[in-house]
């Protein structure tokens, strides 16, 4: 099983939809979790952290799930520019480094 | 002023050549990585240097040789280039004991003919 799964899309909704994607990670020790964004041919950058009780940052909501080992990212009001690929991250809680799933594809149309 | 600068942007080579990527960050972050995306977009992170340490040293063939000369640089040589070592290699820092929030390089796309 991997360390971090996610499904690779790729999501394809109307402007204006609410669209939500999960991650799933193998190591219940795992202590934190983000979600990056990555457009395509850039780098990824970090989209927002994910917090214990969940947490918003405008249009995106983040939660977290430890007893499923899972989190989730919601997006209201989907926008053009929203489209890109949506990786989950984690840290691991042994060593010093990160670790990232294959992502989420989504593609906004108009 | 680019917070994580990585040079060159491309890369094309023969294979069995020898290349060097440099990586330079100016954001004081005491922690940089090297990662492979491969094309299938899965990215893998190679290795870790936490102020000139190298703390992370993943699986990866012994034909990738880090450096560091200095906490704000961490380069990546690469003897005997293969095909299989096509790819986007991306260059990153962190503030240590922040892994998660990292700052990445734009990237370079090494391309072995």
Known sequence: RKEVEQDPGPFNVPEGATVAFNCTYSNSASQSFFWYRQDCRKEPKLLMSVYSSGNEDGRFTAQLNRASQYISLLIRDSKLSDSATYLCVVKDSSASKIIFGSGTRLSIRP | ?113
């Open chain 2, 1 to 113: 002023d680019t917070a994580v600068s990585q040079t060159p942007k491309y890369l094309v080579t023969q294979m069995g050549n020898d290349k060097s990527i440099k990586c330079e960050q100016n954001l004081g972050h005491d922690t940089m990585y090297w990662y492979k995306q491969d094309s299938k977009k899965f990215l893998k992170i190679m290795f870790s240097y936490n102020n000139k340490e190298l703390i992370i040293n993943e699986t990866v063939p012994n034909r990738f040789s880090p450096k560091s000369p200095d906490k704000a640089h961490l380069n990546l040589h690469i003897n005997s280039l293969e095909l299989g070592d096509s790819a986007v290699y991306f260059c990153a820092s962190s503030p240590r004991d922040f892994y998660g929030k990292a700052f990445f390089g734009q990237g370079t796309r090494l391309t072995v003919v």
